[in-house]
């Protein structure tokens, strides 16, 4: 649930954050980013967070999570590599505010899901607990 819900949420994020960034910058890049790539990479970015979660959890290596955590951290800066070195169609209208555009919303996932950890990590235990 906690996987889904960030990517729900990561994803609304990001479809807010295009549609703002577009009509203050005066852009359209709608040829090479849309709502459904930004949806679609926002979930499943969560959802495999989740399931590193939740392999830890099933495995009983919850001192690992921090790790986890880190290498999510690094992934997700090392992922911002993609925006500085895509090539723009000629035809988009100021390719150089792109970068501005996406590199942002590549921290959204993991953001959200760190964020929201706490209202499930405390469900997880106290549903332990009760075993």
Same mark, same amino acid.
Not at 30 to 33: A, G, L, M, Q
Not at 99 to 105: S, V, Y
């Given at each position: 649930m906690h996987g889904i819900t &960030? @990517?729900?949420l990561s994803a609304l994020a990001g479809v807010v954050y295009l549609y703002v960034y577009q009509e203050a910058m005066y852009l359209d890049f709608?040829?090479?980013?849309n709502m459904g790539s930004i949806a679609g990479a926002?979930?499943?970015a969560c959802m495999l967070m989740a399931l590193g979660y939740a392999l830890l959890e099933r495995r009983k290596k919850s001192s690992l999570k921090a790790w986890l955590n880190m290498a999510i951290v690094l992934l997700s800066f090392l992922s911002i590599l993609g925006p500085l070195s895509v090539t723009l169609p000629l035809?988009?209208?100021?390719?150089?505010l792109f970068? @501005?555009? &996406?590199?942002?919303?590549h921290f959204f996932p993991a953001m959200l899901f760190f964020g929201l950890s706490p209202f499930f990590i405390k469900n997880i235990h106290?549903?332990?607990s009760n075993n």
């Open positions: &960030a @990517g729900i709608n040829k090479v980013i926002s979930i499943f035809d988009v209208e100021s390719p150089e970068p @501005g555009l &996406a590199i942002p919303m106290h549903a332990q």
